[in-house]
């Protein structure tokens, strides 16, 4: 088999094989949701509920004028108890609104479905999407209509869908991609339609290969279906292709560069070079909404790791605590050494259990104690490994060296904006320096000085 792939990059244990056969299940619904306002990538939203209010599962609770936004929906239906400050898997205490279920799980009255929603006018299109509160589902929860507005100036000519999932341990988007690939492939289709594009791609790790076979398969079979208009032309073009199982393979900018051989330049955005990419669990929410008009409430998450039980594979209100999930998966399994929001690789540890999922939320991974070491780290002993495995080509030890000593505008010089954050320096640095935190704060600081 053929595989596309990118220069560098690490080859970490994926630990996979904990859930990757286990069938997505509906968790049980919570007795309450913490529903942070801001959830994503831009402005946070307003609340638009107050406490004792009775509200059902998909209505609008939270909303924004600024065009990067994505409105927050309840997830159950019940009666508000709370809004006020609660802890985010971000690691910030973040303005929430609290919702007690009563057991009647009603959707909100008003949802439309469309079962001709391929021949919907665009702006109606980009509209359903915006209200639907949909945004990056692959971690980075970028508002998706924004995405989905390019500039004149920036024509796109061709969509790719992340089915790579490259953290270890995760296998949410491989499970989704078996059991709702036409789901996928159609929102897919929906994204090609209103970017104008004909070529679509679907990226997959060949550590994936019965995933690999049912996309090709719902493409090709998606492909032979009529519908009455795409752009006034036969269906668009759409290839399933292998990637090499390599982290971080699923990132932007290295989809791009293995499946089409184009690099985004410095500074720059997948649109600069005619792109725009989208997680799977992004793209059935696409569908779910255009298609159901439902809103984005629930996804798909991995509650996985030597500290869970019963690893499984959950679809999950938006909400619902972590401390819940983990008891839907028979608890923790003896020791604990560390709870990570999301994989190993990019996720955030987590100080308490008692923090809500998120749109952002991909996966809980529990570490048992014997696989958590806490060691100091050292100074830079100039090996130069986070410079020969960094996919960007950055020189992360010349940048924590210059973060050290306070000296960050030189920082900048060395292209530390460019950092994506995967974390493959660190886990190669042989001094476990905390070589990603040290380019965060540079960032975090540059943003500062505008």
Request: aromatic fraction near 4%; charge should be neutral.
């Amino acid at each position: 088999m053929k595989v596309a792939t990118f220069e560098r990059g690490v080859h970490p244990s994926s630990h996979k094989e904990l859930t990757e056969n286990k069938s997505i299940i509906n968790a049980t619904i919570p007795e309450k949701v913490i529903i942070p306002l801001s959830q994503h990538l831009g402005a946070p939203c307003n609340s638009t509920v107050s406490i004792g209010d009775e509200v059902k599962r998909g209505q609008v609770i939270g909303v924004s004028d600024s065009f990067v936004s994505a409105p927050v929906h309840s997830s159950i239906c019940g009666k508000v108890i709370a809004i006020g400050e609660f802890p985010h898997p971000s690691g910030k205490d973040v303005i929430s609104v609290v919702i007690e279920e009563d057991g009647m799980d009603e959707w909100v009255d008003g949802l439309k479905e469309n079962p001709d929603y391929i021949n919907l006018p665009l702006e109606d299109l980009r509209r359903i999407i915006r209200d639907a509160g949909i945004v990056g589902l692959g971690g980075a929860a970028f508002p998706t209509h924004v995405k989905l507005s390019p500039p004149k100036e920036k024509p796109i000519d061709s969509v790719i869908i992340n089915g790579a999932e490259c953290e270890p341990y995760l296998t949410a988007d491989h499970r989704l991609m078996l059991e709702n690939p036409s789901e996928i492939i159609n929102g897919l289709k929906i994204l090609m339609k209103i970017l104008g594009v004909k070529k679509g791609y679907v990226g997959i790790e060949e550590n994936k290969p019965d995933a690999i076979k049912t996309m090709t398969d719902t493409a090709s079979k998606e492909h032979h279906k009529k519908s009455k208009d795409f752009l006034g032309t036969p269906e668009p073009d759409i290839n399933v292709v292998p990637l090499e199982a390599k982290y971080p393979q699923g990132a932007e900018k290295m989809l791009i560069k293995a499946i089409l051989n184009r690099e985004v330049p410095a500074g720059g955005l997948p649109m600069d070079v005619g792109v725009v990419v989208h997680n799977v669990g992004t793209t059935k929410a696409i569908y779910d909404a255009v298609r159901f008009g439902r809103p984005l409430i629930e996804r798909v998450i991995t509650v996985t790791g030597k500290g869970i039980k019963e690893p499984k594979n959950l679809r999950v209100r938006i909400g619902t605590l972590f401390s819940h999930l983990i008891e839907e998966c028979g608890g923790l399994n003896g020791k604990i050494g560390k709870v990570i929001a999301g994989g190993p690789m990019m996720g955030i540890a987590q100080y308490t259990l008692d923090v809500p999922v998120v749109k952002g939320t991909s996966g809980i991974l529990v570490l048992s104690a014997d696989e958590v070491s806490v060691e100091e780290y050292g100074p830079c002993i100039r090996c130069g490994r986070c410079i020969d495995y960094c996919p960007m080509g950055l020189q992360p030890s010349i940048i924590s060296i210059l973060v050290e000593k306070g000296r960050y505008d030189e920082a900048r010089g060395y292209d530390c904006m460019d950092c994506f954050e995967c974390g493959t320096c660190a886990y190669v640095c042989p001094a476990r320096r905390p070589l990603v935190q040290f380019i965060k704060l540079a960032k975090l600081e540059l943003s500062r000085k505008g």
